[in-house]
């Protein structure tokens, strides 16, 4: 692929250990904003979905608020994905490493990253958490207008909003579980949150997780043909 | 050092992923026991009733109307709630769609709250006193009596007519009124009289 | 109303025709359904719109609108030519055996004695031959063939099955249907009911078309019984009432006449009304018109009234003409009139030819309105666009709109369609500044008194003389008015052996005790009884049924005499049994009259008399043949309307009735067929009242806006949408609304050609909640029945297009 | 004629029926009185109706609701829909029956049924926003309820209507404020021909046999109560004169049941989602267990330092 892994704001500093800025400040908001959007609609859907949960609407200020504020909220999270997505997705497309990686994914599950074969500024897992989240959120929008009540309820007859609030609450389901992988994935590796909180990884983080991303950043070009010897 | 921190970060997002069920556990579970189902309290208790007659079609179905206190003008009762009699033999306590709606007659927003007069060529209606009104129509028709009475005809019967003046009498008044109404118009001497009867 | 509301549920066969039922009385309808439910009737509605009473009706049949007569007289040839009718009953309680007099004859539509020129009959030769003994000739084997049964059965025979569809595009079988279920009545064990309302009532034929259906009541013995009747649904919640007050341009309480200016004294006016009886032992109840006309003059001057001057016979005004509705707005419109004063009226709405009205009322020196909501007619003068386009600036007439109490705020007494007299009692005081009726009409009174008083004036007589002894001058309590209604002794009456029968200053228990000399006053003779020595029977409230045949004696007062069931002695024999158990009524055990009613007879006049059960007519029988009593004739013929899409198949030669009234001026204001092709018919909607409950929240809810009934045909035809916006014209103006496309009206073949009707319903006008919309009366013609006067409201000539939607 | 109530007390009655009554609570689980109340159903028979909207009046007045002056759209029915504000609506179709050739105008009260199977208080995620009492009413509980407008999709006659106003859902409440002082709903009690008739169940099913006889001897064979068993029946019944074509009378449901849909969504779908939060959850603790972290070995930190020497000291020497 042509515009190579490098984001702008990318930057290695010299020293030790190297550190390298892998995410600006605006993006890191962004991602933050989605985030909490994220986890405030959870709690407010799931506070719909079933009784047992309903005592979350307390922390909206109850059950009419949750009604009126968990649409909002996902309009609020679709503009901010929206952001990442504008930011991110040209690292997210697929290159034919994705396959070599694919086929030895047991490796990359067991810790052996260093056994992987190089990816670039996002390894393979990442980029089906990206385009998975693009899906479901579309899904999420279109369905959630669809039983939005209080503006749009005229626009639907009874059976489009019935499938509408089942595929709503199916998607919600499947998105926290990919969050949840997304998460944990985050904490898994050391270091990989510092990321997204200070915006900056050290390069044993980049050379072990990124390392095409790294090289680039390093020589500033874009070549796929890895340099120097792999790491023992 | 970044990992301690981050360290420290993911207990701190821990917490607040207890969070919610601490509030829980501090009773938000608790909500829907407080409520208890409301059944609308209802709403004729303590009212006055009265037996009428709906003033639509010749069914004359009976009515009892049901009255409190005003709030707007205290002292004074206002009708709240009409509904059949079902002592009634005629209608048993059914209405009709006029009938069942006739507290929004009652209380209508095109009710003559006033009395109202239009001065000739105006373009409006302006309140007046009752006083005011019930002298000038008496003035008018005197006038009108004295100018066009007729007490004889030209054969010289006594014929007592004033037939330039025209009375239409309304079939939803009472048999009372009725009954004034003719005493007045034929006091008069009016020959213009007449009631919805033919049409 | 001939029987009630709750003896409908004694009918075998219900017959809706000339009304709807089920929309304009819905729960007097309630008897309807229950006959069906609880004793499985029949229920037919012949309509020209499939209504809201044909959705629950076993059978349906479409006609034009305005020829009803030819359908009924249809039905009556059926009963005739297949001697389908209740023999004894005719032979015994109608004039069918009564022979006519030579001279009578029916040709080419017109009866003996025709006046071209005047539009009006002669009608000497309409009537019995009286034999030597001085009373009518009968033939009781009904041969002779001028007896009135022959005559009939010569007169109708054109009316065949074939013709009736020709005339009124009634489908045959459907026609035969109806006037095979009237004969299954025609058997004294089965009853069939008639409702009708405006819609026989509002034609220039109206009167006849009643008369037909009457007739077929008659010949079936349908008359007298329970179950049976011709029932008219009157419209306002009291217009029986005020109607039998008189408060119209010809009548005195209790349908005596007003005097007229060929009637210079009392004796010259009670003359002509006391009949004397037709056949030997008849009851002639007329006979008594004396006692309840000084009675009433007693009630109206009290103390001033005197043997001397005639009771005060002469301070009434004496009628020249007659000023129905439709005079008094051609007088108006003519600019003869100079006041008006509408209580409780909205005569803008309700008048034919609304140009022609508002022309009138522009008129006029002055308008006074006394209604609880604001009218139409109260704001004639105000610009509301299309719908009511008029220059304020050059309409001179002052107006009083003046607030008056709603029915739920004052008392008194009401008398519904089956004419029981019941209380209602007052829920609050007046809203607002609003007056009670009486309030106004006192305080209108006396003031006009204090100004003669004060200044003198024409005509301060006969104003002087009227009584006006309340307890409160200001304030007549409803009660003691209704005490005048019913009348009391003046003097002891004495019997005729002395013995006091009612004390001076008691109420009359029974018109019976009125008296001629004076003794007595009671200006409604009718309602004499209704508070009597026992008080105030209106405010009665017992609702048992103790016949069980849901007849409620005790629940208020049934004039005359708290009857239910008028001619009851009818559902007996002549030899007074029961004609049916099924339909047992009123008979003779032996000694008197009994049953579940009061006697419409004397109560102990043994059979064997032979004194007819009509008591109110000299011949003791009642009418197939009308004598004088009707303007067209005496027995009805199909005049078509005066704006017919045919010329009367019949006679065509015959425009509209021969002898309606049309006003200098107005007969160019009729439509042709050629230019105006479509039948209009007007009605009332269910969810509304006349032209009140367009201000009515609720209601204007429920049917918010005027619109036109038409056929999915005429739709086609014309291009016409549903819910699309239509022009509707006729000669006399336009209106504007939205298409109602329906199955529920149909093309009819007329004389082998294709008429549409469209409805409309009148409801809606420009003051209100509801939609505002041209009064619908923009459309009708001004002209009315022959006899009463009631305008042409259902059979018109209109046009139709689709249009874009109103300039606002 | 069904005997009529008599004329309502003016004097404070205790409500006959409340909480200790209650069958079903939404989003709550509460145990049922284990004595049930006589059930009451209210009996529309369509073939006494006139279509005169007494009910719809008598409904507003008695509910103190007031709808808006609508317009004619060329058709009969006003309000066109059911509204916040209108409960119940008078619906007509036009039928030419082709048996008889004759026009049948069919008309029918609408309004909410009173399923036995509630779907609307199933689909209800507010606790007790909607209660079924043991007498077999069905009532909204105004002050619990969110406005999600989940009942409108649980419900299989499409009754409820949420405000624009106030975000609430309404329906008809079949009086409970009358039927617990002992009167029958508003709208029963106006109907002048008695189409509306009020009592227990069981009376208004013998009432509805001695109609449907009628209704066969005046020739509709297929006369019959609908009383749909797909919501284990309703307290609000219909006779009608073509029982085996419920959907003529302007689309009232042959068989009507709550959707299948709903029933996935308020079923299946909670258990399975929660299972699969669970097992990624689980999944995720286990694989940290079993594979440790991913951590960044020094010469990781190494080989990083390498690169960035490199290449940065080509780009400094010129």
């Not at chain 2, 921190?5 to 207990?11: A, E, P, V, Y």
């Not at chain 3, 405010?539 to 001619?567: C, E, H, T």
């Not at chain 3, 199909?638 to 017919?644: G, K, M």
């Not at chain 4, 999709?153 to 309404?170: Q, T």
Request: net charge positive; hydrophobic share 40%.
């Amino acid at each position: 692929m042509k515009g190579g892994e490098v984001a702008s704001g990318d930057a290695i500093h010299r020293g030790d250990p190297v550190i390298v800025d892998r995410y600006k400040v605006d993006a890191r908001i962004n991602h933050w904003l989605t985030a909490g959007s994220f986890v405030l609609l959870a709690l407010s859907g799931l506070a719909l979905f079933h009784p047992s949960l309903y005592f979350l609407t307390g922390l909206f200020g109850g059950g009419s608020w949750t009604r009126a504020i968990h649409p909002w909220l996902g309009t609020f999270l679709f503009i901010g994905y929206l952001g990442l997505f504008i930011r991110f997705w040209k690292y997210n497309l697929w290159t034919p490493t994705d396959g070599t990686w694919l086929a030895k994914l047991h490796v990359f599950l067991r810790g052996h990253e260093e056994d992987m074969p190089e990816v670039g500024r996002y390894n393979f897992a990442q980029k089906c958490v990206f385009w998975s989240m693009t899906a479901f959120i579309l899904v999420m929008i279109g369905t959630g207008l669809v039983i939005w009540e209080q503006y749009f309820a005229a626009y639907t007859t009874v059976d489009q909003k019935r499938l509408a609030v089942l595929v709503h609450s199916m998607c919600a389901i499947v998105m926290i579980c990919i969050v949840i992988v997304h998460v944990y994935g985050a904490l898994w590796a050391r270091g990989t949150l510092t990321a997204m909180l200070k915006g900056r990884v050290t390069g044993g983080w980049a050379w072990r997780h990124h390392r095409k991303w790294l090289r680039e950043l390093a020589t500033g070009k874009s070549d796929q043909t890895p340099r120097g010897t792999p790491a023992e | 050092m970044n990992m301690e921190l981050s360290r420290r970060q993911f207990l701190a997002g821990s917490g607040a992923g207890l969070a919610g069920t601490t509030i829980a556990a501090l009773g938000f579970g608790d909500v829907e026991s407080a409520h208890a189902v409301s059944i609308r309290p209802f709403k004729l208790a303590q009212t006055k009733e009265a037996r009428s007659t709906c003033p639509y079609c010749a069914v004359s179905c009976g009515m009892v109307i049901f009255s409190a206190q005003s709030k707007s003008a205290p002292g004074k009762m206002e009708i709240v709630h009409i509904e059949g009699d079902a002592d009634h033999p005629v209608n048993r306590g059914t209405l009709c769609p006029k009938g069942s709606a006739a507290l929004d007659y009652i209380r209508s927003e095109t009710r003559v709250k006033y009395p109202m007069y239009r001065k000739p060529g105006a373009n409006k209606f302006e309140r007046v006193s009752w006083d005011f009104a019930m002298e000038r129509i008496a003035k008018l028709m005197k006038d009108d009596r004295d100018q066009n009475f007729i007490e004889k005809n030209n054969d010289g019967t006594t014929v007592n007519r004033w037939t330039t003046m025209a009375f239409l009498s309304g079939s939803s008044c009472t048999n009372e009124t009725g009954w004034l109404t003719w005493k007045v118009a034929r006091g008069l001497g009016l020959l213009q009289l007449e009631n919805q009867a033919r049409i | 109303m001939t029987n009630s509301w709750t003896d409908i549920k004694n009918a075998d066969v219900v017959w809706i025709m000339g009304g709807n039922a089920a929309e304009a009385h819905p729960c007097g309808f309630k008897w309807v359904t229950e006959a069906k439910a609880e004793r499985g009737a029949k229920l037919m509605v012949v309509d020209p719109r499939f209504t809201r009473s044909a959705a629950v009706a076993d059978h349906y049949s479409p006609i034009r609108p305005g020829t009803d007569i030819a359908f009924l007289s249809g039905v009556v040839n059926y009963l005739l030519s297949n001697d389908k009718i209740h023999k004894e009953y005719v032979r015994n309680y109608t004039n069918a055996a009564y022979i006519v007099k030579e001279g009578y004859a029916f040709n080419e539509g017109l009866f003996s004695g025709y006046n071209e020129a005047n539009r009006s009959y002669d009608r000497s030769s309409w009537e019995y031959e009286i034999g030597p003994d001085g009373f009518a000739v009968r033939d009781l084997t009904l041969e002779n063939p001028r007896s009135v049964y022959q005559l009939m059965k010569q007169h109708f025979s054109v009316y065949t099955p074939e013709t009736v569809e020709r005339i009124t595009g009634s489908p045959k079988d459907k026609f035969l249907k109806v006037a095979d279920w009237v004969a299954s009545t025609a058997t004294g064990d089965r009853a069939m009911t008639i409702m009708y309302a405006l819609g026989w009532t509002q034609h220039s034929h109206g009167a006849q078309n009643i008369r037909t259906a009457a007739m077929i009541q008659l010949l079936c013995g349908n008359i007298g019984v329970p179950g049976g009747g011709i029932n008219a649904l009157r419209g306002h919640s009291n217009v029986q009432g005020i109607t039998d007050i008189g408060t119209l341009t010809a009548s005195l309480p209790g349908y005596l006449a007003m005097p007229t200016d060929s009637e210079p004294t009392l004796e010259s006016h009670l003359g002509k009304r006391t009949f004397k009886p037709l056949q030997a032992n008849q009851t002639s109840y007329w006979q008594n018109y004396r006692k309840f006309y000084v009675s009433f003059l007693k009630g109206m001057y009290g103390e001033k009234a005197t043997k001397e001057n005639e009771f005060g016979y002469n301070w009434l005004p004496k009628l020249d003409v007659a000023y129905d509705c439709l005079r008094m707005f051609e007088t108006m419109y003519q600019g003869k009139t100079n006041g008006l004063i509408c209580q409780g009226f909205n005569p803008l709405m309700s008048i034919a030819h609304t140009k022609k009205s508002i022309a009138g009322l522009s008129k006029l020196k002055f308008l006074v309105s006394i209604d609880p909501i604001e009218t139409d007619t109260a704001r004639f003068w105000e610009n509301h666009g299309e719908y009511n386009d008029v220059d304020p600036a050059k309409i001179q007439t002052e107006v009083f709109m003046l607030p008056c109490a709603s029915f739920a705020e004052e008392e008194g007494s009401l008398t519904n369609s089956s004419r029981c007299v019941s209380w209602k009692w007052a829920a609050a005081e007046p809203y607002h500044e609003s007056w009670r009726d009486a309030d106004f009409l006192a305080d209108l009174f006396l003031r006009i008194r204090k100004l003669y008083e004060k200044d003198g004036g024409k005509g301060i007589e006969p104003l002087m003389a009227v009584d006006w002894s309340y307890k409160d001058p200001l304030h007549p309590h409803a009660e003691e008015v209704l005490k005048e209604l019913n009348g009391k002794a003046l003097v002891d009456l004495k019997d005729g052996e002395g013995k006091v029968t009612r004390a001076a200053g008691q109420q009359l228990a029974s018109f019976a005790e009125m008296r001629d000399d004076g003794s007595t006053d009671g200006v409604q003779w009718i309602y004499t009884g209704v508070f009597g020595p026992n008080g105030n029977l209106a405010q009665r409230r017992d609702n048992s049924d103790p016949s069980g045949m849901n007849v409620y004696g005790s629940w208020g007062f049934a004039w005359p005499a708290n009857r239910r069931i008028l001619y009851n002695r009818a559902s007996a024999d002549p030899d007074g049994k029961p004609w049916s158990e099924a339909k047992k009524y009123v008979f003779w055990d032996g000694a008197k009259w009994t049953g579940a009613d009061i006697p419409d007879y004397v109560p102990t006049l043994p059979p064997s008399r032979g004194a007819g059960p009509f008591i109110m007519n000299p011949e003791g029988v009642s009418r197939l043949f009308a004598r004088g009593m009707m303007a067209e004739g005496p027995f009805p013929v199909h005049y078509e309307p005066f704006e017919a899409p045919v010329a009367n198949p019949l006679f065509p030669k015959i425009k509209g009735n021969p002898v309606a009234r049309v006003f200098k001026g107005d007969m160019e204001v009729f439509g042709t067929a050629k230019e105006f092709p479509i039948v209009a018919t007007t009605y009332r909607l269910v969810e509304h009242f006349h032209y009140w409950t367009k201000g009515v929240h609720a209601n204007a809810v429920i049917q918010p806006e005027f619109f036109v009934e038409i056929s999915e045909e005429l739709a086609r035809e014309k291009g016409i949408t549903r819910g699309g916006w239509v022009r509707v014209w006729s000669n006399r103006g336009a209106v504007k609304g939205k298409a109602v496309v329906t199955k529920r009206l149909k093309p009819l073949k007329i004389d082998g050609k294709t008429v549409h009707t469209v409805g409309m319903p009148l409801n809606y006008g420009f003051i209100g909640e509801a939609k505002k919309a041209s009064p619908i009366n923009t459309l009708t013609p001004p002209v009315g029945d022959a006899n009463s006067q009631t305008p042409e409201f259902k059979a018109f000539l209109v046009d139709i297009e689709p249009i874009s939607g109103p300039v606002a | 004629m069904f005997p009529p109530l008599p004329n309502p007390t003016t004097q404070p009655v205790p409500p006959k029926f409340g909480d200790k009554d209650l069958l079903r609570r939404s989003a709550t689980s509460i145990t049922p009185p284990e004595k049930r109340q006589t059930e009451v159903a209210k009996l529309i028979d369509v073939s006494k109706c006139i279509g005169c909207k007494a009910c719809q009046t008598a409904c507003l007045e008695w509910n103190d609701l007031r709808e808006e002056v609508g317009v004619n759209t060329g058709v009969y029915e006003n309000p066109h829909d059911l509204t916040p504000a209108s409960w119940t609506l008078m619906r007509y179709a036009e039928y030419e029956n082709p048996q008889t050739g004759n026009l049948e105008w069919l008309i029918r009260k609408d309004g909410c049924m009173h399923c036995e199977d509630p779907g609307c208080l199933k689909a209800c995620p507010a606790p007790g926003a909607i209660v079924q009492y043991s007498n077999g009413i069905v009532d909204f509980q105004k002050e619990n309820c969110i406005g999600c407008g989940y009942c409108v999709k649980g419900c299989p006659f499409n009754i409820p209507r949420i405000s624009k106003v106030d975000n609430k859902a309404y329906k008809c409440s079949l009086c409970s404020d009358r039927v617990a002082v002992g009167q029958g709903p508003a709208c029963q009690k106006a109907c002048p021909t008695q189409a509306i008739v009020f009592g227990t169940k069981d009376e208004m099913k013998k009432w509805a046999d001695k109609r449907i006889a009628d209704l066969k001897s005046r020739g509709f064979a297929n006369a019959g109560l609908y009383d749909p068993p797909g919501v284990k029946g309703t307290h609000v019944m219909y006779v009608l004169h073509h029982a085996d074509k419920p959907q003529l009378y302007s689309g009232l449901p042959n068989n009507p049941a709550i959707s299948p849909i709903v029933e996935l969504w308020k079923g299946m779908t909670r258990y399975a989602g929660f299972a699969a939060i669970g097992a990624f959850a689980a999944i995720s603790v286990l694989h940290r267990v079993v594979a440790g972290r991913s951590v960044v070995s020094a010469d990781d930190e190494r080989n990083a330092k390498m690169l960035a020497d490199k290449n940065m000291m080509k780009e400094k020497t010129p």
